[in-house]
């Protein structure tokens, strides 16, 4: 399988905190994306980086990238108890065409 | 408003009775994805299309059909269902930008079950 792994598995955290989840991946990647899912229902884009970046800034996110390394970091500081989600990361990999291949997420829990 | 659609969002069905599930989306986008997601196991891509008559094969294909015949419609078909198939299924689309697909806006979801 070429799906990318995430860690923790599962994080609970106090309102207040950072939280840090992380992703790695197998093989080289156009670009890598970060999904945040709330309960089964429909994932939500919070922030794209590039294989020639190497951290973007969105408001409480920060998304670091290690090609190097294979590997993808999203820190979300300062957590609020509605950051309660599940995060994915997704790899976008060129195949000749371009196939997207996601982590098994993370599953935060903020409590408040 | 800017969204992509699926159609059933819940299907209850028995195995071997073919189906379809629709998407559409509004935004012009080249790009358009199927994906499964089972639990414990994130979301696994089963077909993408880069544009109209261009699809291919994602992580788990077996099963399943897709076709582009319009840019803004990508439907998922399941000649034959069987209960390996129960899932919850996303549709998600996506613009091309530098040579590159940007961040995928998705719909809300089918909720499958195969009897």
């Known amino acids: 399988s070429q799906q990318g792994e995430e860690d923790p598995q599962a994080l609970s955290i106090q309102e207040g905190e950072n939280a840090t989840m992380n992703c790695s991946y197998k093989t080289s990647i156009n670009n890598l994306q970060w999904y945040r899912q709330n309960s089964g229902r429909g994932l939500v884009h919070l922030i794209l980086?590039?294989?020639?970046?190497r951290e973007k800034h969105s408001g409480r996110l920060r998304v670091t990238l290690d090609t190097s390394k294979k590997s993808s970091s999203l820190l979300i500081t300062a957590s609020r108890a509605a950051d309660t989600a599940s995060y994915f990361c997704a790899m976008l990999i060129n195949t000749g065409g371009f196939k997207t291949i996601f982590g098994a997420g993370t599953r935060l829990f903020v409590k408040a | 408003e800017a969204q992509v659609t699926q159609n059933p969002r819940y299907l209850i069905t028995v195995t071997g009775k073919k189906l379809t599930v629709t998407c559409s989306q509004n935004?012009?986008?080249?790009?358009m994805s199927w994906y499964r997601q089972d639990p414990g196991l994130g979301l696994r891509q089963i077909y993408y299309s880069m544009n109209v008559e261009v699809t291919d094969k994602g992580d788990v294909p077996e099963g399943y059909k897709v076709s582009r015949k319009e840019k803004r419609n990508f439907p998922l078909i399941l000649e034959s269902p069987s209960p390996n198939q129960t899932s919850l299924y996303f549709c998600?689309?996506?613009?091309?930008?530098?040579?590159?697909?940007?961040?995928?806006?998705f719909g809300p979801g089918t909720r499958l079950t195969v009897l």
């Open positions: 980086i590039r294989s020639n970046e």
């Open positions: 998600a689309s996506s613009t091309l930008s530098g040579g590159s697909y940007n961040e995928q806006f």
């Open positions: 935004m012009n986008h080249e790009y």
